[in-house]
T-cell receptor
Framework: RKEVEQDPGPFNVPEGATVAFNCTYS??????FFWYRQDCRKEPKLLMSVYSSGNEDGRFTAQLNRASQYISLLIRDSKLSDSATYLC??????????FGSGTRLQVQP | ETGVTQSPTHLIKTRGQQVTLRCSSQSGHNTVSWYQQALGQGPQFIFQYYREEENGRGNFPPRFSGLQFPNYSSELNVNALELDDSALYLC????????????????FGPGTRLTVL
């Protein structure tokens, strides 16, 4: 079983749609949680950290459920520029990041 | 831009050869982590260097080795290349304070795309 599991997609949605990505992690000792965005053939870039209380950054909302070991990302009012792969990432305190395989989002005009 | 640079950007090698990839960390950062990203997968942790010593390693064989220099730049060396080593190799730099175990944000470079024929 992978340490971090994501639905690979692709998610094809029209502009303006709301889309949700889910992720589960297996290591209950995980301490920090993130969503990264990766554009085609580019490096991953931090989109947002994820906190137990939930957090929002503009159109993006992230949630963490430690009991279920589940992380989510909600994107509202999708833009063409949101098209990318979204990587769910956890850190267990070993200073290494553990990445999921990513979920591909394609926003259609 | 993160200020993390990697060279070369692309590289083609044949099976059995050796390769050296280079990474310059962001100014003020003292730690470099290396990741391998195969096509369609997320990055996988190879190892991390802190104060010129290996500070954690993922599930990669010993033919993957590294160095960190006094200026905190780093090299990743891969010996006896195999076809499955074809991937995007990413380095990420961060600032780790001595004795702290908390996570510190890692900033990724643009990567080196290695193709093994």
């Amino acid at each position: 079983r992978k340490e971090v599991e994501q639905d690979p997609g692709p998610f094809n949605v029209p502009e303006g749609a709301t889309v949700a990505f889910n992720c589960t992690y297996s290591n209950s000792a995980s301490q920090s949680f993130f969503w990264y965005r990766q554009d085609c053939r580019k490096e991953p870039k931090l989109l947002m950290s994820v906190y137990s209380s939930g957090n929002e950054d503009g159109r993006f909302t992230a949630q963490l459920n430690r009991a279920s070991q589940y992380i989510s990302l909600l994107i509202r009012d999708s833009k063409l520029s949101d098209s990318a792969t979204y990587l769910c990432v956890v850190n267990t305190g070993r200073r290494a990041l553990t990445f999921g395989s990513g979920t591909r989002l394609q926003v259609q005009p | 831009e993160t200020g993390v640079t990697q060279s070369p950007t692309h590289l083609i090698k044949t099976r059995g050869q050796q390769v050296t990839l280079r990474c310059s960390s962001q100014s003020g950062h003292n730690t470099v982590s290396w990741y391998q990203q195969a096509l369609g997968q997320g990055p996988q942790f190879i190892f991390q260097y802190y104060r010129e010593e290996e500070n954690g390693r993922g599930n990669f064989p010993p033919r993957f080795s590294g160095l960190q220099f006094p200026n905190y730049s780093s090299e990743l060396n891969v010996n006896a290349l195999e076809l499955d080593d074809s991937a995007l190799y990413l380095c990420a730099s961060s600032l780790v304070a001595s004795g702290r175990r908390a996570y510190n944000e890692q900033f990724f470079g643009p990567g080196t795309r290695l193709t093994v024929l």
